[in-house]
């Protein structure tokens, strides 16, 4: 499907049924799967032949859906994980282990900071965060000997600043590591990081790519440009042998285009088991499908949002990077010319208590965890999902204390723009 454009890639992409086979990818709800020998189930395990043995490490329902998201960003290989988090931290623990450092943006997501600032510092793996708006001599200083990575967010959540991509790709492949990004928001519609330099791409399924609040997941893409074999101390789990696969040496085996996902489904999804169920997979295929229409009404009623809230007497200010004085206005000209998502974040006049009155009185929109949805939903980060970081953490991560984050959904902008007025007009 490379030569078709990428709406057709959404609808059509990751599965070509032949004469007589299901129109729509087909659910294999199976755990495992039925060989003639033992000798044919044996090359699985050593990596010999292509198959499915345990849904535990692959499910053909999930590849197909994997293939989709693969082919819409340009990679080489993917695979689905059971959420955004697991596919993050999938992506960071397949290169990196305890003893490493990682450079990481520090407008990110609040559990994705908690991930790596907690529960990976645990691990053994310490992250340096640094400022979206880093210069390139401040991204250089941040990088140590035992570097193995660089991630950051496309468009951060909720911060919704725009990371200069190619700016950080530069720094990180100067220092010969890998850049990852989130790819979220902006979703290869809207945005594809390898097009800039990015070496691997995750995706929280579970937001626009789903797209109706139906199904939890994540995905991994590789771009298979990243040359591990450069590095081979760096990296000696993808350019040393596995003992744990009879001394298979991925980057010898399965090349550049291959190594990295094929390393991280048969390592880290047979130790951890992180599967997208094939009943989400599913789902997430009927989202993907119309994802490249949804996109842009997401970004119309975005942009119709920021701008009225931009002139409302009662509103701090706003950030929303389709706003002419936006400061990653420029930034998202760039990399986001087709529009960026429907989020939008603002300070509410009067702090968090104001914050937490308008909140209470939207009838619309909705109060929730959730984010980048077909339903419009609302969320005060300072007190949700950036909970757990104290006073300087919330700043660095572009979170202050009056922060809404506004995620606008597929109904009609002037709807959403009569209930945030009603709503205000309580504050």
């Not at 967010?153 to 850049?179: C, M, Q, R, S, W």
């Not at 298979?248 to 996902?261: C, D, H, Q, W």
């Amino acid at each position: 499907m490379s030569n078709y454009q990428i709406d057709t890639r959404c609808v059509q992409g990751g599965y070509t049924p032949g004469s007589g086979e299901p129109r729509q990818i087909p659910i294999i709800q199976s755990t495992t799967f039925k060989y003639a020998t033992s000798e044919d189930m044996g090359k699985l395990f050593d990596l010999e032949a292509s198959g499915y043995f345990y849904t535990r490490l692959q499910n053909p329902t999930n590849d197909m859906v994997a293939a989709k998201i693969c082919e819409l960003e340009g990679g080489t290989a993917a695979m689905l994980t059971s959420s955004g988090q697991a596919a993050n931290f999938y992506a960071i623990f397949n290169i990196a282990s305890c003893g490493d450092h990682v450079v990481a943006s520090s407008t990110i997501y609040g559990g994705t900071f908690n991930l790596f600032s907690v529960t990976m510092k645990r691990m053994g793996i310490e992250f340096t965060f640094v400022s979206p708006h880093s210069t390139e001599e401040e991204l250089n200083s941040a990088f140590r000997p035992n570097t193995k990575a660089v991630f950051g967010e496309t468009i951060a959540n909720p911060a919704l600043t725009v990371l200069d991509l190619e700016l950080f790709a530069k720094a990180a492949h100067n220092h010969g590591v890998p850049f990852i990004v989130d790819n979220t928001f902006a979703t290869p519609v809207n945005c594809r990081p390898f097009e800039w330099g990015v070496d691997i791409v995750t995706h929280s399924t579970t937001k626009y790519m789903d797209g109706h609040g139906a199904g939890v997941g994540g995905c991994i893409v590789d771009s298979g440009k990243f040359d591990w074999t450069q590095y081979p101390d760096r990296f000696p789990g993808l350019c040393t042998p596995d003992e744990s696969y009879h001394g298979i040496t991925y980057t010898e085996r399965f090349g550049l285009a291959g190594a990295y996902i094929t390393k991280a489904t048969a390592q880290l999804m047979r130790d951890f088991g992180s599967i997208q169920a094939p009943q989400n997979a599913f789902l997430l295929n009927l989202g993907l499908e119309s994802l490249h229409v949804r996109m842009a009404r997401h970004c119309e009623n975005g942009q119709a949002v920021a701008e009225y809230l931009q002139n409302h007497p009662k509103i701090a200010w706003v950030k929303y990077c389709g706003l002419p004085g936006d400061e990653d206005h420029a930034l998202a000209e760039k990399y986001l010319p087709k529009g960026s998502c429907g989020v939008v974040s603002f300070g509410v006049k009067g702090g968090r208590a104001a914050a937490e009155t308008f909140m209470k009185h939207l009838k619309l929109a909705a109060i929730e965890t959730h984010v980048a949805d077909a339903r419009t939903c609302c969320l005060h980060p300072a007190s949700a999902t950036h909970r757990q970081m104290n006073g300087a953490e919330l700043e660095a991560a572009g979170v202050s204390p009056d922060l809404v984050r506004f995620s606008c959904g597929l109904e009609d902008k002037a709807d959403l723009i009569a209930d945030l007025d009603q709503a205000l007009n309580q504050v």
